[in-house]
Structure formats: C-alpha cells, structure tokens
C-alpha cells in the first residue's frame, strides 16, 4: 500500500529559510512577550490582509474566546451562530458564559442562512458569530444589513479563511471582528497562533489586555487577563510562511481543479459553490454524498478510502449543538439542514504538495463506488 495521505499537510518553509530566521532569536534570547519577529509578523499581515488593526495570538481560538470577552457582551446575553464548525466557535461563547443560538445553514454554502436569522433575534441577542466555513463566505450584506437593524455586533470565525477577499476587500476588513486560526493544518500557518482584525482602538487595547495578564505597565494591572501571547519561533515560522503563500494558494488551486475535473457533475455530489466576486484560498475540499443518487454513503466512501490509506475526514460531524458536553441544552431539530449536510460531507484530503497522481487516485476510488 502506499504511504498514509491525510486530509492536510503542514507546509514547511526550507529549513535553512527557517533556521536562518530563528537565529536573530537565538542569538538576542528574545523568545516571546511581542518581541521583533511578532512586531514584524503583525505588520506584514496588516499590509498582505489589507486591514488597519490586527493583533496575533497563541492560536486561533484564544483570539476568538478573547474577542468576545473585550466586547464586553453581557453575561447570558445570546449570540447567533452556526452550529457547523469546529468546537472552537461554540466552546468561545460558552466559555464567555454568553448562549449560543443555533441558526440553520445554507445548503448550497454551509455558512449561516441569513434568511434564518431574524426569526432568532429577541431582547437577549447581542451578537451574531457566523463562520465562513471551508473558506465559503457568508452572505456579508445580508449580516451587515441585520446586525445595523437589531444593533448586533459581528465576530467573523475566519479561521479558513486566510488571505481571501470579498469584491477586492480583504476578508478580514468586515464585521466589528474576524478572527483567523494559523494552526498548523491552515493555508497560512505559524506552527500555532492566530489573529484578530478590528477596526475600534478601544476594543483593541482590551483585547491586548486581555492576552497579556491585564498588564498595562510594570506596576499597574487593571484588567483579569489570561496569557495568549503568540512566541518568537512561531512568529518567525509564520513570516517564512508569509513569503510563500501566493505560491501555496496556486498549488492548491490546481489540487482543487483536478478534483472538480473528476467530480463535478458526477450525479449525487454535491462539492463547494464557486462563489461570486471572491478571492478564494482553497482550503478545504468538502463533498456531500447524496446517497440516494449517487448511490454509496458518505460512512462507504470514508471507509474505502481508509482502507487505501487515505485518512478523509468527516468535517464538521457531529454538530457542535450535539456535543456530549451540551447534552440536553440544544434541539438539532431546529437546524435541520445541517443535520443533514453533516451525515453526508467529507474533507478529502487537500494541501499544496499534494500529487495530483494521489487526486486522481483517491477519485478512482471514490466514483468506483458509483452506483
Ligand atoms: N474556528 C474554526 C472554524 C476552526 O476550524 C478552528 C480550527 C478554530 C476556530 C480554532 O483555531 P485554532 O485554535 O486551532 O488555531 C484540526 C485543527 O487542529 C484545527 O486548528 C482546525 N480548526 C480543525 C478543523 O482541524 P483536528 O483535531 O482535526 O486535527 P488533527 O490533529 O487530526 O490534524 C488533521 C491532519 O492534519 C492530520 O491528520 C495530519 C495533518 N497535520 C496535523 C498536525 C497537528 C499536519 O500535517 N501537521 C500537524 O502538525 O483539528
């Protein structure tokens, strides 16, 4: 059998670029605390992202857990959000003691159908938390066009979403917040870390308060903060990363073009919409098997797969409302649509030094099942 492929692969920059970059580390023992390579990561984001104001984290959940806490949302208060996604974006406002509310998805994009919303918002809604998931956009009028009716703010789970832009406005330019994951199994990665896009100074200096214990100077602590500074070594995995990605993205573009070449209009798959006035980072590679026309389950395709090496995998199964540690407290009833995209989807594996021999193999498998 061949090698083992999973659903990713960290890209590596050569390592001699790395070690070269880490040697100023060495060399000045400056390991964390936004020392030179965070300060220089922070600013080459900015410009590649196009956004005014971003801070980096230990990863990308500590930046989304952190954000709502800086936005000060009232205890109890509800939140909106998909339940389609990783555990991260639920665990963030339950974390915060906020509710989540789950709203349904759309079944052609999977992020949160914004036609579903309104019915959700009462006196207690005081934030919406979509995601644009696998790097699909959410619909961004229609969240902008609720949030200034019902005076929502807007926190962007963005962390597919790397480097993408709606109608030539990077991604993370919209909404109160975006919040980006550079864990190592992302377009762009700093080993762990993430960041934060947002455009209000005040929200900016408790969210750095609010990663560095509340210290606002050697004798003054005025806030109850936590610890989620991103370290010297990743930051300077994330600028050798930085110099590569436009390079990465067009490799993973033509891992994602031989896919569709193989699995567009095969009846009963259902792959990602190819979304209007967006920049696309290629991220994932999700398929919904629609078991009645194309004829195996999602659970079949999973398992030939495995049993050839191929590690596929069933994101996002189970819902976050079905978790065990929310047993009792969510109707997945009420989100019909992504109880059944959920059944049904597999990531096929998917980064940029993936053979397009191993694409055509893992079709191969895939449409032998056709029946
Ligand atoms: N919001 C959303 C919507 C997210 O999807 C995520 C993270 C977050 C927020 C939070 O961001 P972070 O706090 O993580 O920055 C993986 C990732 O750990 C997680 O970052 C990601 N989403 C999620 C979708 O996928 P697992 O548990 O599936 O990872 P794991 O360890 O099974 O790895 C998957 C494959 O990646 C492996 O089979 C091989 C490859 N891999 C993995 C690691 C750890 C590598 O090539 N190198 C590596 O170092 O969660």
């Known amino acids: 059998m061949a090698d083992s492929i999973f659903v990713t692969r960290s890209s590596m920059p050569d390592l001699q670029e790395y070690v070269d970059e880490i040697k100023e580390i060495w060399d000045s023992h400056w390991l964390t605390n936004m020392g030179p390579k965070h300060k220089r990561l922070q600013s080459e984001l900015k410009e590649y992202l196009g956004v005014e104001q971003l801070d980096m984290f230990t990863n990308g959940h500590m930046g989304l857990e952190l954000s709502l806490q800086a936005l000060g949302l009232p205890k109890g208060s509800e939140v909106i959000t998909t339940p389609f996604t990783f555990a991260s974006t639920t665990h963030a406002i339950v974390r915060n003691g906020l509710t989540p509310v789950f709203c349904d998805i759309d079944s052609s994009d999977f992020t949160m159908d914004t036609e579903k919303i309104e019915a959700l918002v009462t006196d207690r809604t005081t934030a919406m938390l979509p995601v644009h998931v696998y790097g699909n956009l959410c619909n961004i009028e229609e969240m902008d066009r609720i949030s200034r009716k019902y005076g929502l703010k807007i926190i962007y789970d963005a962390a597919h979403s790397f480097g993408e832009a709606y109608k030539d406005k990077g991604i993370g330019g919209y909404g109160d917040v975006s919040c980006f994951s550079f864990h190592a199994t992302k377009v762009f990665h700093s080993i762990e870390g993430g960041a934060v896009c947002f455009h209000d100074d005040d929200f900016g200096k408790e969210l750095y308060r609010l ?46 073009e031989r896919y569709r070449f193989h699995l567009d209009r095969i009846e009963g798959l259902q792959l990602n919409p190819i979304q209007e006035n967006v920049k696309s980072n290629y991220a994932y590679f999700p398929v919904v098997f629609h078991e009645k026309l194309f004829g195996a389950s999602r659970n079949e395709v999973y398992e030939a797969l495995a049993a050839d090496g191929i590690n596929a995998r069933k994101y996002f199964y189970p819902l976050t409302s079905s978790f065990q540690c929310f047993h009792g407290k ?42």
């Open 211 to 256: 990663k560095n214990f509340g210290i606002k100077n050697e004798e003054i602590i005025d806030g109850v903060g936590a610890n989620a500074k991103l370290n010297e070594f990743c930051a300077a995995m994330g600028i050798c990363n930085l110099r590569h990605i436009e390079e990465e993205i067009l490799k993973r573009k033509a891992v994602v």
């Open 330 to 371: 969510f109707d997945t009833n009420q989100t019909p649509v992504a109880v059944h995209i959920s059944k049904r989807v597999l990531t096929l594996p998917l980064y940029a030094d993936l053979a397009l021999a191993d694409v055509d193999r893992i079709c191969d498998i895939i449409l032998g099942l056709q029946r």
